[in-house]
Nanobody, 123 residues
Framework: VVLQESGGGLVQPGDSLRLSCTVSGHTFSLTAMAWFRQDPGKEREFVAAVTWSAAITTYADSVKGRFIIDRDTAKNTAFLQMNSLKTEDTAVYYC?????????????????WGRGTQVTVSS
């Protein structure tokens, strides 16, 4: 399974951005997709997750009400719609995929990771 993120960029506070993560390989084994983020000097942080079949979502408190995660199983793609962006959302965003069940907010659940896409929120 190979993950490829896209959609990062430089935006101003209050703007929106949509990230995509395309999955290739044995997608039939996927149980969940997630987004994590990491700023230099900080630990990797859970952002949001969605189960692959039932589309059950989980969000970090810091993004709840602003970000929306979704997936398109026909296109093997997961999305992260980010609205009302803040400067503290600046980070490299990583897509992750799991092939087993467990707590969606833990990075230990995920077997596959993308290389990341930079999101910078600055005025």
């Amino acid at each position: 399974v190979v993950l490829q993120e896209s959609g990062g960029g430089l935006v101003q506070p209050g703007d929106s951005l949509r990230l995509s993560c395309t999955v290739s390989g044995h997608t039939f084994s996927l149980t969940a997709m997630a987004w994590f983020r990491q700023d230099p000097g900080k630990e990797r942080e859970f952002v949001a997750a969605v189960t692959w079949s039932a589309a059950i979502t989980t969000y970090a408190d810091s993004v709840k009400g602003r970000f929306i995660i979704d997936r398109d199983t026909a296109k093997n793609t997961a999305f992260l719609q980010m609205n009302s962006l803040k400067t503290e959302d600046t980070a490299v965003y990583y897509c992750a995929a799991a092939s087993k069940s467990g707590y969606p907010g833990s990075d230990r659940l995920y077997d596959y990771w993308g290389r990341g896409t930079q999101v910078t929120v600055s005025s």
